[in-house]
């Protein structure tokens, strides 16, 4: 079975401020893939990233970045200098083969509130 | 445009009105999905197909059909909708599943259904 854990329901930062969303999965498998997807106020969802098991460098694009530690099974993601446009639910998900074919599995989501 | 559509984005309907709601997808992708999204829940799958006339369920199938019979579309289909069904609907696809998991799932923009 796996599970993603998301603990942070919802967290509310004041623009330029550094905020950490945090994600812990679970699984047995020694390959799987980690995913971040953001689902702005208009709804849709835009995937951000893609981690796998064998790759735990960090990654970082703009002013986001990645943190990937398999030994606590974490894979935060921390906004930088937030802005208000960041404002969004972001959910973390796993894919892991399963039977010869993968399942995604979501993280309920954290919602981030950026005031200006 | 690479890009995955489904129609309508908003439809509100009645109890027992059948409905289907289109997704296609202009990638050449194999797999598609469907996956529902409700407050406290966060997506959960309902059906996907790993290729043409290949579909399996998901997490919660019960009251929804499907079909794959070309590899751009993968209608979802309310036969009797009930209220219980309303909720924000996306689809989603992907090159393949068989990769074990490697390969992004993108998503559609969502449809909201209500069912009255």
């Known amino acids: 079975a796996q599970k993603v854990t998301q603990a942070q329901t919802e967290i509310s930062v004041v623009e330029k401020e550094d905020v950490t969303l945090d994600c812990v999965y679970e699984t047995r498998d020694t390959t799987y893939y980690l995913f971040w997807y953001k689902q702005p106020p208009s709804g849709e969802l835009v995937f951000l990233i893609r981690r796998n098991s064998f790759d735990e460098q960090n990654e970082i694009s703009g002013r986001y970045s990645w943190n990937f530690q398999k030994s606590t099974s974490s894979f935060n993601f921390t906004i930088t200098a937030s802005q208000v446009v960041d404002s969004a639910v972001y959910f973390c998900a796993l894919s892991e083969r399963n039977s010869g074919y993968s399942t995604l599995t979501f993280g309920k989501g954290t919602m981030l509130l950026v005031s200006p | 445009e690479a890009q995955v559509t489904q129609n309508p984005r908003y439809l509100i309907t009645v109890t027992g009105k059948k409905l289907t709601v289109t997704c296609s997808q202009n990638m050449n992708h194999e797999y598609m999905s469907w996956y529902r999204q409700d407050p406290g829940l966060g997506l959960r799958q309902i059906y996907y197909s790993m290729n043409v006339e290949v579909t399996d369920k998901g997490d919660v199938p019960e009251g929804y059909k499907v079909s794959r019979k070309e590899k751009r579309n993968f209608p979802l289909i309310l036969e009797s909708p009930s209220p219980n069904q309303t909720s924000l609907y996306f689809c989603?696809?992907?090159?393949?599943?068989?990769?074990?998991?490697?390969?992004?799932?993108?998503f559609g923009p969502g449809t909201r259904l209500t069912v009255l």
């Open positions: 989603a696809s992907s090159l393949s599943q068989r990769a074990g998991g490697k390969d992004t799932q993108y």
